[in-house]
C-alpha cells in the first residue's frame, strides 16, 4: 500500500537526504545505505525515486514528484511503501552518493574483486559464464568454486554498496551475551532468520540493526520492521558468520527441538517409552492366559499357539509371494531418463538441505567430499550439513582440516541423550535452508543425478507425495559372502518389496538413507523419533498415517556393505530392535492406527513391521522343532501340529523358505547383479544370521531399547573407493 | 535464491504439460480379443467333450479316474492326510482336483465320474491353448495363418480327448508352453517377469509330469546357448538359475517328502507301484516296444514315429535346426528345438530300457512342439518376402492346407495299432457314437456286482489296495470301510489282520495286479492257498476279484 494515493502530494512529509555540514555533501543520518540497494540504480533513475530506511514495516520512499502509476506498481512488491518528498537537486545528489555517477555508476562485483587481488579474472570469467547458464547469484557461486570466501564475498559487497561490513566471528561472543539483542531475536523464528541470511546485531529503542548477507534482498527487513515496528538498517557480513552467529543462539533449542519436537507435536508417536503400562498390561494378562491355559490343558494351548504362529508364518509367506508377483509385474518405480534431468535447467533448481550425520569417521571424509562433489546439482543451492557429535573430537578436527568445499557446513551436535542418528539429524534439520531435504550417510555415494530425479518426482507427484525413495545397494557387494547375501537382500527390498508396496499403496519402511523429503512435510511431522533406533521405517509409517506417500525412485545410492560378521550381527540387531519398537510405538491405540493407515495400509503394516522381526525369530524355533523331532520323534510334537496347521508348517518350511530365496535371486537379477544370483540362492545361511541377530535384538529391546548399536564403517579400502569415484564409476569392487 | 512454492509450480506446470499421462484416455468398448475368441471356442469344445465322453460314451480314462481317487482318499479316508495323494505319481494334477473332490458330499460325480479330473484338464487344456497362441502372437506370422494354426492345436482330436478326460498330459503340455512362453518372451524382450514364470511353470511341469526333467534341462541348456556371447556370462548363469530354481526346488521337495513319508528318497521310481515295477512285470512289451528295447535305432524309430501325430513337425524340426547355428542363429529355434528334443528324451530312455508303457499319450508333447516348430519355419521361410497379394494368398491357403493336414494326419495315426494305443479306439467309439460301456477299456468294467454287494454290507471293514481297487472303492458308498495303503496303519493290518479287519479283497495276480500289496505279502491268497481265510464271494471278470473273510486263526 503506497501512502500517496491517500493523500494529496502537499500533505506528504518531507525528508532532507543530504546533509551539507561538513565540506562535501553526505548522506543524512535518516538516509540508511542499505535500504538504498534494494532497488537498481536504474530504476532509481528512471522511477525519481530512493528508498531510504524501512520504518515500522514500511518502505520509505523519497521522490521529488508525485509517484506515477508505473512507479506505484513497480513499488509494490516492497508491501507498504510510505513516500517522502524532496527536492530534486537533493534526490539527484543522494542518488548519486549512492549508486555513483549516472554515466559510470559504482563498480561492479567483479570488477571489484579483481581489482582487490580477492579474484583472479579468469575465474571470475569462469563463474559468469557459469551464472550466465545455471543462474545464481555471483558471490554464492564463486564460493561454492572456491574461488572466494563467503568473508570475501562480504567485503567487496561492502565496498561495492558503501554499506559497512561487521565481522561476526570476532564480535559474535559480544552480540549473543548482549541481552538487548533478546527482543530483536524474539520477532522473527529461526527458519525465518536462516531464510533471510540476517542476524540482528544492534538494537536501539527505535531502531534494529540487522548483519545480512545479500544487501540487495530487502525482504527479511521488511518483515523485521513490520513485526517489531522499528526501523531497521542493515550491515554485511558473510555468510558464515550468520550460520555460525544462529548456530551459537540457538544451540539450546535446537538441541530441545532436536530431542523433544516429535514428543511435543505427537507424544504417542515418540518411543520414549517403548512399551505403555497398558501394553505391558495387556502382554501380562496374555501371558497369565498362555500359562493358566497351559497348565490346565498343555497340549491344547500349545498346539493354539502354534497353530497362531504357523497361520501368521503362511500369511507372510504369502505376502512375499505376492510381492514377486507384484514385484516382477510391472515398473512401479519412480523412472526418470537422463533426458528428463537434463530438461531441468539450473536456474530453476531450489536450495537443497543434505543431512550428513557421522561420528567416528574421519577417514571416509575425503569420499564424502567426492561424492558430493560428484553431484549434478548447482553448488551454490546446495545446502549440506555434516553433522559432527560434539565429542567426536578426531572427526571434527579431520573435518576442520580437510578443506571441505563451502557448501558443506560442519555442525557440531552437542553431547546429549540419546545419542542417536535420528537426534543428529533433527537438530540438522532446523538448521536447513533447503526447500527439499535427504540424508545420506558418511560413506554413501549417491548417484549424480540423484538430487534432480527426486525434484523431478516432486514435481510429477502430487502435493501428498511427502517422501522419495532412492534405491540402495552397496558398492562392496563382492567383498565376501556376507556382503554378496546383504547386497541380494537389499536388491529384494528395494527392487520388489518397495515398489510393490508403493504400489499397493501400503505404507513404506523408509531404508536408512537416501530418502528426500519436501522441507516443510518433515517438519509438519515432527522429523525423526530421536528414541527410535530405526528411524527411518518409523518416519514411514508417520508419513502414511499423515496421508503422505513414499514413492521409490530409479536412482540408486551404493554404500558400504558391512563386511564383518560381529559387526553385521549388531547392526541387524538394531534394525531389528527398532522394528519391534517401531510396532509397539505405533500399535498403541490399534483402532486409532487402523483409521490412519486404513484397512490395507494396517494389514501392509503388520506384514512390514511386525513379521520382518516376526519371521526370523519364529525361523530357528521351528527349525529346532524340525530337528527335534527327527532326531527323537518326540511324541509331543506332532501334537503342536494339528491336520492343517502341519500342511501349513510344512508349507511354510518349504515354499517358505524357497519363496524368499527365489525373491533375493529375482530382486539381485533385477537390479543386474547376475552375478550375484548364485550366492543368493544360499541365503537360507544368512537367515539364521538374521535369526541370531533379531534374538538378540528382542532382549535388548527389553533391557536397552533406545541404546544405537552404531556399525563400524570403512572396512573397505577407501583410497581405491575414493580413486573409483574420481574416475566416475559406480562399482568399487 | 531460494524458490517459493509457485515458482515450483510453474516448474512443475511446464514438465507436467508436456507429459503424455496427462492426455485423456479413449474411451475403451469391451471386446472380445482374438485370444478371448480362441480360449471361448476351446472351453466349449473342452466341456462339450467332457460331457460327451462320460455321459454319451461312457469312457473313463483309468489314469485320470485314479489320480481323482488319490485327491478322494486324501479328504475323505478313514485318516485324511495329504500324504494319501500317493507319491509315485506326479501329485500336482490330484492337488489341483483337491477343491473339486471337496463337493464330492454334493455331487459324487465328481468322484465316481472323475468330473473333478475333467475340470482341470478343461481349464488347463485352455491354458494350454493361451500360452501357444500367445508365442506364436510373437513371431511374425500373419494372422489368418495364426489362428489356423491354434485352432490346429486346440482342435487336434487328441488334444481335444486329453483337454477334456482329466489325465495330466494336456496339463503337462500346459506347462510345456508356459515354460516355452516364458523363456521365449525373456529372450525377447529381457522381462524378468516372463522368466520366473518361464521356471514357475517349469516346476508346475514336474508336479504333473517327470518328463518335465529332461525337457527343463535342454531349455536351460538353450537358455544359456542362446544368449552366448550376447550378454555376460554372470546373466547366462543368473538367468539359467531363475528359470532352473523352482524345478530343482520342486524336485528336491518331492524327494524329500519320499525321504520322510516313504523312507526312500527315490521311492517314486524304485516303488514296487512305479512305472519300472509296472513294466518289469512284462504287461507292456508290445512287439513294437520289443523292437525299441536295448536297440538304439529301433527305439529312435520307435519314438520318432510318433511324430506323425503332427507330420509338418519333421520338416519343420530340421529347418528350426538350420536356424541354431551360425550367423543365422535363433534363439527362438535353439529353445523349440532343444524343448523337443528334451520332451521326448525320458521316453527314447525308457523306450530302450524297456520300460516304456505302450500308451500314445506319452508323446503327446509333438502335437504343440510340432505346431510351434511349423510356425517358426512358415516366419523363417517366409519372412516378408513375399509382397504380391495373389501370390501371398495361394501360400496361405497352401499352408493352412498344410496345417490342417497335420491335425487330421493325428486322426489317422492313431488307426495305426502301435502309434494308437488305447487312444485310436477311443476316438473311433467317440466318431462312430458308440457307447464304450462294458468295454474293456473302461476301468469300472465288472466292478459293479462287487460294488453292490460292498454296499449292501456297509459294516464290513475291508482291507484293499488302492492301486488295483480303486475303481471299486471310489464308487463304494462308504469309503470308510475301506483300509487302504495311504492308512497309517495299514501294513500293520496287511500282516496282523486278525480283529482288525473283517475282510480282505484282492485281484488275480496276473499282469500289473501282481504289484497289488495283498497279492506281494500273501502270495497264493487269491488262489485260497492261505488257511485263515474263508473265500466270502468270487466276482468274475477282467481282475476276477475275490473277497475274503478273515478268520479268528488269522495272525
Known amino acids: 500500500m503506497i501512502n500517496v494515493s491517500t493523500q494529496s502530494w502537499d500533505e506528504v512529509p518531507s525528508i532532507t537526504l543530504i546533509t551539507d555540514d561538513h565540506s562535501q555533501p553526505i548522506l543524512a543520518d535518516s538516509v540508511d545505505r542499505s535500504a538504498c540497494h534494494i532497488i537498481s540504480a536504474q530504476e532509481a533513475e528512471s522511477f525519481g525515486v530512493l528508498p531510504f530506511r524501512w520504518d515500522n514495516g514500511a518502505l520509505c520512499v523519497a521522490a521529488f514528484q508525485p509517484l506515477t502509476e508505473a512507479t506505484q506498481n513497480a513499488l509494490k512488491r516492497f508491501g507498504q511503501v510510505r513516500v517522502f518528498q524532496t527536492s530534486h537537486v537533493d534526490l539527484a545528489l543522494a542518488q548519486w552518493d549512492v549508486y555513483g555517477s549516472a554515466s559510470q555508476g559504482r563498480p561492479r562485483f567483479g570488477e571489484i574483486a579483481v581489482r582487490s587481488h580477492r579474484l583472479k579474472p579468469a575465474t571470475l570469467k569462469n563463474a559468469l559464464e557459469l551464472q550466465h547458464r545455471n543462474g545464481g547469484v555471483l558471490g554464492d557461486l564463486l564460493v561454492s568454486l572456491k574461488a572466494m570466501t563467503h568473508w570475501n564475498v562480504a567485503e567487496v559487497l561492502s565496498e561495492q554498496t558503501g554499506i559497512p561490513s561487521i565481522n561476526l566471528l570476532e564480535a559474535g561472543e559480544e552480540i549473543n551475551a548482549n541481552p538487548r539483542l533478546s527482543e530483536a531475536w524474539g520477532h522473527l523464528t529461526q527458519a525465518e532468520w536462516r531464510k533471510y541470511d540476517m542476524i540482528p546485531v544492534w538494537q536501539t529503542p527505535d531502531e534494529i540493526v540487522v548483519a545480512v548477507t545479500n544487501p540487495f534482498d530487502g525482504q527479511g527487513r521488511a518483515v523485521l520492521s513490520a513485526k517489531s515496528h522499528k526501523r531497521v538498517s542493515a550491515v554485511i557480513t558473510g555468510r558464515r558468520d550468520i550460520t555460525t552467529q544462529l548456530a551459537e543462539h540457538y544451540r539450546d533449542h535446537d538441541l530441545k527441538m532436536s530431542l523433544t519436537n516429535l514428543l511435543d507435536k505427537n507424544p504417542d508417536d515418540s518411543a520414549t517409552t517403548t512399551v505403555t503400562r497398558q501394553q505391558i498390561l495387556v502382554f501380562c494378562l496374555l501371558l497369565a492366559l498362555l500359562i493358566g491355559v497351559g497348565i490346565w490343558r498343555t497340549n491344547v494351548s500349545l498346539a493354539v499357539v502354534s497353530s497362531i504362529l504357523v497361520s501368521a508364518y503362511a500369511i507372510l509367506v504369502g505376502h512375499r509371494l505376492w510381492i514377486i508377483h507384484k514385484g516382477t509385474q510391472a515398473n512401479h518405480e519412480l523412472s526418470f531418463t537422463d533426458e528428463e534431468v537434463q530438461q531441468l535447467t539450473d536456474d530453476q533448481l531450489p536450495v537443497y538441505t543434505i543431512l550428513i550425520p557421522a561420528r567416528d569417521e574421519a577417514s571416509v571424509l575425503p569420499v564424502l567430499t567426492a561424492a558430493l562433489q560428484r553431484l549434478d546439482y548447482p553448488k551454490d543451492r546446495l545446502d549440506v550439513k555434516l553433522l559432527l557429535e560434539e565429542d567426536d573430537v578426531t572427526t571434527i578436527a579431520a573435518a576442520r582440516q580437510a578443506n571441505l568445499p563451502n557448501f558443506i557446513e560442519i555442525v557440531v551436535v552437542p553431547v546429549a541423550e540419546p545419542r542417536t542418528k535420528p537426534k543428529a539429524c533433527n537438530f540438522g534439520l532446523q538448521r536447513a535452508r533447503g526447500e527439499f531435504v535427504t540424508i545420506y550417510d558418511a560413506e554413501d555415494l549417491p548417484e549424480p543425478t540423484q538430487l534432480k530425479k527426486a525434484l523431478l518426482a516432486f514435481l510429477h507427484g502430487s502435493e501428498s507425495l511427502g517422501c522419495v525413495q532412492a534405491k540402495l545397494s552397496y558398492f562392496n557387494a563382492e567383498q565376501n559372502l556376507l556382503t554378496r547375501w546383504f547386497t541380494a537382500e537389499y536388491a529384494a527390498w528395494f527392487d520388489l518389496l518397495l515398489p510393490a508396496l508403493h504400489a499397493a499403496k501400503m505404507p513404506i519402511p523408509l531404508g536408512g538413507t537416501s530418502n528426500h523429503f519436501r522441507t516443510t512435510v518433515l517438519k509438519e511431522l515432527g522429523s525423526w523419533d530421536p528414541y527410535n533406533v530405526t528411524e527411518d521405517a518409523d518416519l514411514g509409517i508417520r508419513l502414511h498415517k499423515a496421508g503422505y506417500r513414499t514413492a521409490v525412485m530409479n536412482s540408486t545410492t551404493y554404500e558400504e556393505a558391512n563386511s564383518d560378521f560381529v559387526n553385521w550381527v549388531r547392526q541387524r540387531s538394531r534394525w ?123 532382549v535388548q529391546l527389553i533391557t536397552k531399547p533406545s541404546h544405537w548399536e552404531k556399525t563400524q564403517h ?20 | 535464491m531460494i524458490h517459493t512454492s509457485s515458482q515450483s509450480s510453474d ?21 472380445i480379443t482374438e485370444a478371448g475368441w480362441l480360449l471361448l471356442i476351446t472351453m466349449t469344445v473342452y466341456a462339450a467333450s467332457c460331457v460327451y465322453l462320460v455321459y454319451g460314451l461312457h469312457y473313463y480314462a483309468g489314469d485320470a479316474q485314479s489320480r481323482v481317487a488319490n485327491a478322494y482318499y486324501v479328504l475323505f479316508s478313514r485318516m485324511p492326510h495329504l500324504g494319501a495323494i500317493g507319491f509315485v505319481w506326479n501329485p500336482l494334477p490330484s492337488m489341483l482336483e483337491l477343491p473339486i473332490v471337496a463337493l464330492h458330499p454334493w455331487f459324487p460325480a465328481v468322484v465316481a465320474r472323475g468330473l473333478a479330473g475333467s475340470v482341470v484338464s478343461i481349464v488347463l487344456g485352455i491354458v494350454a491353448v493361451y500360452h501357444l497362441h500367445r508365442i506364436i502372437r510373437g513371431m511374425s506370422i500373419n494372422k489368418y495363418l495364426r489362428i489356423v494354426l491354434t485352432l490346429c492345436f486346440a482342435l487336434n482330436p487328441l488334444i481335444v480327448l486329453y483337454g477334456a478326460n482329466g489325465m495330466s498330459d494336456i496339463m503337462w503340455v500346459a506347462c510345456l508352453l508356459g515354460t516355452y512362453s516364458g523363456v521365449l518372451d525373456y529372450l525377447k524382450t529381457n522381462s524378468l517377469r516372463r522368466l520366473v514364470m518361464g521356471g514357475l511353470w517349469l516346476a508346475a511341469g514336474l508336479g504333473m509330469r517327470y518328463e518335465a526333467v529332461p525337457f527343463g534341462a535342454f531349455v536351460i541348456l538353450a537358455l544359456i546357448l542362446a544368449q552366448w556371447g550376447k550378454v555376460s556370462i554372470a546373466k547366462m548363469r ?19 517328502f519320499n525321504w520322510t513319508i516313504m523312507k526312500d528318497p527315490l521311492y517314486f521310481l524304485n516303488s514296487s507301484y512305479g512305472n519300472l515295477a509296472q513294466t518289469a512285470t512284462g504287461a507292456y512289451m508290445t512287439p513294437a516296444m520289443a523292437h525299441a528295447y536295448h536297440h538304439i535305432i529301433g527305439t529312435l524309430l520307435y519314438v520318432g514315429r510318433f511324430g506323425l501325430f503332427y507330420w509338418p513337425l519333421y520338416f519343420a524340426f530340421f529347418i528350426a535346426l538350420w536356424y541354431c547355428f551360425g550367423k543365422r542363429r535363433d534363439a527362438r529355434a535353439m529353445v523349440l528345438v532343444a524343448g523337443t528334443l528334451g520332451a521326448e528324451l525320458l521316453e527314447i530312455v525308457f523306450a530302450y530300457q524297456g520300460h516304456l508303457g505302450e500308451w500314445d499319450r506319452y508323446f503327446l508333447e509333438f502335437i504343440p512342439n510340432g505346431i510351434l516348430l511349423t510356425a517358426l519355419a512358415t516366419e523363417k521361410l517366409l519372412g516378408t518376402r513375399i509382397r504380391s497379394k495373389v501370390i501371398s494368398a495361394i501360400v496361405g491357403i497352401g499352408l493352412t492346407a498344410i496345417f490342417i493336414s497335420g491335425t487330421v494326419g493325428t486322426v489317422h495315426a492313431v488307426q495305426n495299432p502301435v502309434l494308437g494305443s488305447p487312444d485310436g479306439s477311443v476316438l473311433d467309439h467317440a466318431f462312430h457314437r458308440q457307447s464304450m460301456f462294458y468295454n474293456n477299456g473302461d476301468p469300472y468294467f465288472g466292478t459293479t456286482p462287487l460294488v453292490r454287494y460292498i454296499n449292501t454290507h456297509p459294516k464290513l471293514t475291508i482291507l484293499a489296495d488302492t492301486f488295483t481297487d480303486w475303481s471299486i472303492i471310489v464308487r463304494a458308498h462308504h469309503l470308510n470301510q475301506f483300509i487302504i495303503p495311504s492308512d497309517y496303519n495299514f501294513s500293520s493290518v496287511l500282516h496282523n489282520p486278525r480283529g482288525r479287519v473283517d475282510a480282505i479283497l484282492v485281484p488275480q495276480p496276473s499282469g500289473v495286479a501282481q504289484l497289488n500289496a495283498i497279492n506281494r505279502a500273501w502270495p497264493g491268497l487269491w488262489q485260497g492257498r492261505v488257511p485263515w481265510l474263508h473265500l466270502i464271494k468270487s466276482f468274475p471278470g477282467v481282475d476276477n476279484w475275490k473277497l475274503y473273510q478273515v478268520l479268528p486263526t488269522a495272525p
Do not use: C
Not at chain 1, 501392509?604 to 527327527?630: D, E, H, R
Open chain 2, 238 to 256: 543368473g538367468s539359467a538359475i531363475i528359470l532352473g530354481a523352482p524345478i530343482v526346488f520342486g524336485g528336491g521337495v518331492w524327494i524329500y
Open chain 2, 11 to 31: 516448474l512443475k506446470n511446464s514438465l507436467i504439460t508436456s507429459s503424455p499421462a496427462t492426455q485423456p484416455e479413449p474411451h475403451r468398448r469391451f471386446q
Open chain 1, 576 to 698: 531389528i530392535k527398532g522394528y519391534l519398537q517401531t510396532w509397539l510405538v505405533h500399535m498403541r491405540h490399534p483402532r486409532q492406527l487402523r483409521k490412519q493407515l486404513g484397512r490395507r495400509g494396517f494389514w501392509g503394516f503388520q506384514l512390514a513391521i511386525l513379521g520382518t522381526p516376526l519371521m526370523f525369530l519364529l525361523n530357528p524355533v521351528y527349525w529346532f522343532i524340525t530337528s527335534l523331532w527327527f532326531m527323537t520323534h518326540w511324541g509331543l510334537i506332532p501334537q503342536l501340529f494339528p491336520p492343517g496347521i502341519y500342511y501349513l508348517g510344512m508349507l511354510n518350511l518349504l515354499v517358505g523358505n524357497f519363496t524368499f530365496t527365489y525373491l533375493n535371486a529375482v530382486g539381485v537379477a533385477k537390479r543386474g547383479d547376475w552375478n550375484l544370483v548364485p550366492y543368493a540362492l544360499l541365503t537360507p545361511i544368512y537367515w539364521a544370521m538374521m535369526s541370531l541377530a533379531s534374538w538378540k535384538a528382542l
Open chain 1, 714 to 733: 570403512g572396512l573397505v579400502d577407501w583410497t581405491k573407493i575414493q580413486a573409483n569415484i574420481h574416475l566416475g564409476q559406480q562399482d568399487a569392487s
